[in-house]
């Protein structure tokens, strides 16, 4: 068997990227207003609150059927853990860059996961916002909410390519955000990847 062949050949159900892609066009319709450029970064706002939690939640999911795949003996319960879990599978990951071309602006959203004790500031405000919101409103601000959305994309390409034939090279659409593995456009296919992908390219 080829080194292709033996990706698996089961296409993962396209409904979370369907999702992804509705996360997305709500924070790309609120850049209208604010642009999404780094003096903006504090502004804070009702949206942006219910943007980071609806995004967060997002992430945990994913997250959580990544390591399960990874690790299936021992399910992760806790950031802690899953960031344990995805840099045993994925080491380089806070490598892992999205671009915003349109404000000339490139986020690495995991880049805290490669020091030892390294927290990411976009879910502790997620935490903070889903359970104190009354003394952290201040962290439902553009940067973080933009933060999660740059980390949902990149566990996004990860789950395609770690169950499913049907990979990252197939991720399309999206109005603000790319990644490398992402086509540029149906008829340009990406000739970068994040770390560690495609998958099928090692096995």
Known sequence: MSKHTSKKQNPLDDSYWQ???KLESDFHAATRYIACSKTNDTT????????????NTECEAILKKI????????PAANMGHYKRTMLKKFPEMHKAPVRLDRFDRTVHPFAEWNNAGGRLDWWNAYQDIKH???SNFEKANLKN????LCALLILELYLYESVSSNGAENRCGTLLLWAP????SKMVP????LPHLPLHAKE
Do not use: W
Not at 44 to 55: D, G, M, N, P, R
Not at 181 to 184: A, V
Not at 190 to 193: A, I, M, W
């Open 132 to 134: 104190h919101r009354d």
């Open 181 to 184: 593995g992402m086509p540029r």
């Open 44 to 55: 804070c706002s009702i949206e942006f609150a219910q943007q980071l939690v609806c995004i």
């Open 67 to 74: 390591c399960k795949i990874i690790d299936p003996k021992n």
């Open 190 to 193: 990406s000739t970068e990847f």
């Open 145 to 148: 909410t933009l933060e999660a």
């Open 19 to 21: 999702y992804f892609l």
